[in-house]
C-alpha cells in the first residue's frame, strides 16, 4: 500500500511540473509574441510619420522645382504604396522605393539653392532625417525581438508547447534585394 502511494505522489509530481512548465513556456511565448508585434508597431508609426511628412516636403519643394513633376510623382506613389502594405515584407519593399525616390528628391534639391536655405525645407528636412533615425531604430529593435522570439520558439521545450499552440516564426524585417545600390538619378 505504502508503495503505490508514493508512485502516485510521483507520477503526480511529474504532472505538475509538465504543467508548471507548460504554463512557464505558453506565457515566455506569448510575451516575446508580443513583444515581436509592439516593435512591428513602432516601425509602423515611424513609417507613418514619415508618410506625413512627405506631402507637406514635397508640397514645399514644387513651388521650386515645377518641372520635376517625374521625381514629385515618384514619391506620391511610393509612399502610397508604404501606406498600403501590411506585412514586414511588403513594408519593407514600399519602405525601399520611398528611399529611393526621397534620394532622387535630394538630388533635385541640390538643383536649387534657394530652396536649400528656405526654413520650412529646412525644418521639413531636419523632422525627415530624425524619422529615418527612428526607423532605423525601430527595425533594429524588431529584428532584436524577432530574433529572441524565434530562438525561445525553438528551444526545448518550448519548441513542443509553441507547436502545440500554434506558435509560428516570425518574419526579420529586410531590406529589399538591390537596397544596398546606390540610386541611379538622371534627368
Excluded: C, W
Excluded at 16 to 34: K, P, Q
Excluded at 86 to 115: C, F, H, I, Q, W
Aim: proline fraction near 3%; charge should be neutral.
Amino acid at each position: 500500500m505504502r508503495r503505490s502511494s508514493i508512485g502516485l505522489i510521483v507520477v503526480g509530481a511529474i504532472i505538475a511540473i509538465a504543467l508548471v512548465s507548460g504554463i512557464g513556456a505558453y506565457n515566455g511565448l506569448v510575451s516575446s509574441e508580443t513583444a515581436v508585434e509592439n516593435k512591428f508597431s513602432q516601425i509602423d508609426v515611424n513609417l507613418q510619420r514619415r508618410a506625413d511628412l512627405i506631402p507637406n516636403l514635397v508640397n514645399t519643394v514644387k513651388g521650386y522645382a515645377a518641372h520635376e513633376r517625374e521625381v514629385l510623382q515618384s514619391i506620391a506613389d511610393a509612399r502610397s504604396r508604404l501606406v498600403g502594405a501590411g506585412t514586414p515584407a511588403e513594408k519593407a519593399a514600399a519602405d525601399a522605393e520611398l528611399t529611393g525616390a526621397l534620394s532622387r528628391l535630394l538630388v533635385v534639391v541640390e538643383n536649387y539653392p534657394t530652396l536649400k536655405a528656405d526654413t520650412q525645407f529646412a525644418r521639413l528636412m531636419d523632422e525627415l532625417s530624425g524619422t529615418e533615425n527612428r526607423i532605423a531604430v525601430a527595425r533594429k529593435d524588431y529584428n532584436d525581438a524577432v530574433s529572441a522570439y524565434n530562438v525561445r520558439l525553438r528551444r526545448f521545450p518550448n519548441s513542443i508547447f509553441a507547436s502545440m499552440f500554434g506558435f509560428e516564426r516570425k518574419e526579420l524585417y529586410k531590406a529589399t534585394e538591390g537596397a544596398e545600390k546606390v540610386p541611379e538619378v538622371s534627368f
